[in-house]
């Protein structure tokens, strides 16, 4: 029999990366998926995987992912975790407490993920981090949200920089969900958080090494930067 797919979710408490879980589990895949706080974790254990608890952007709690996962060897690794921050537009300047909590997230986060991932990495893993459209400079069209849009653009870059450094080892890149029906996405989102997972769980499936370092939308379409 097939060893079991070994999957990380980081930030599954709610949203795209628990819908990750309901379908990676349901699927046959060991999953270890973190949370924050007691509901959530809860709410991972309940789908079955296997929860550890992880605040991203407190220096202490990233700092104890390393230990959590030692001895690992994942296949699928997936950065959620994220946040919207305030709704303001250019130039209205954020406050430096929105600023952080939404750069600490969004960008630290990821780089503390990345900074203790390597050694749990099975040879040829998938690395997925979610990003946002609203995060491509190039096709941007508006400034509504121009401190998440940096935060996304920013993680880009981080995604960039560990792609060069994993090559050969690992497959990773960054993708657009969609405009998805989560808190994050409110009400009016155009695709159910099922969907969104489903596509980009078959995205992720689909990754050749040629894929490595790109930036994709939901639908499989690459996206400029
Ligand atoms: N929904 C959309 O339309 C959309 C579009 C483009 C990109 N995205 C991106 O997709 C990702 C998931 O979004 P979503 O729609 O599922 O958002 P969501 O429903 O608001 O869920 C956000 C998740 O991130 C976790 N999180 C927030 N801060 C964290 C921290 N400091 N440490 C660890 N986990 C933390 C939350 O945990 P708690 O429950 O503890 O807060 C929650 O599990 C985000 O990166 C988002 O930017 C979403």
């Keep these: 029999m097939a060893k079991p797919r070994q999957v990380l979710i980081i930030g599954a408490s709610r949203g795209i990366g628990l819908e990750w879980v309901r379908q990676s589990v349901a699927q046959g895949d060991q999953v270890t998926a973190s949370a924050r706080e007691a509901?959530?974790?809860?709410?991972?254990?309940a789908l079955g995987a296997h929860a550890i608890e992880l605040d991203v952007a407190d220096q202490a709690s990233a700092a104890g992912l390393a230990l959590q996962i030692e001895g690992s060897q994942f296949d699928q690794v997936v950065v959620a975790a994220g946040v919207y921050g305030p709704r303001s537009s250019a130039v209205e300047c954020p406050s430096v407490a929105?600023?952080?909590?939404?750069?600490h997230t969004n960008v630290l986060g990821p780089m503390r993920v990345f900074a203790q991932m390597e050694d749990a990495l099975a040879?040829?893993?998938?690395?997925?981090?979610?990003?946002?459209?609203?995060?491509?400079?190039?096709?941007?069209?508006?400034?509504?949200?121009?401190?998440?849009?940096?935060?996304?653009?920013?993680?880009?870059?981080?995604?960039?920089?560990?792609?060069?450094?994993?090559?050969?080892?690992?497959?990773?890149?960054?993708?657009?969900?969609?405009w998805v029906r989560t808190d994050m996405g409110g009400p009016s989102a155009t695709l159910d958080v099922a969907q969104s997972?489903?596509?980009l769980r078959a995205l992720v499936e689909r990754l050749k090494p040629q894929d490595h370092g790109k930036f994709f939308n939901v639908d499989g379409q690459l996206l400029a930067w």
Excluded: E, T
Aim: glycine share 8%; with cysteine; hydrophobic share 50%.
């Design 98 to 103: 929105d600023f952080d909590a939404v750069m």
């Design 39 to 45: 509901q959530g974790l809860a709410a991972v254990r």
């Design 123 to 178: 040879p040829g893993a998938k690395v997925l981090v979610l990003s946002s459209l609203m995060g491509s400079i190039a096709l941007r069209q508006s400034s509504d949200g121009w401190l998440y849009r940096a935060s996304k653009a920013a993680v880009n870059s981080v995604l960039k920089d560990v792609s060069l450094r994993w090559a050969g080892q690992a497959i990773c890149v960054c993708a657009h969900p969609g």
């Design 197 to 199: 997972v489903q596509h």
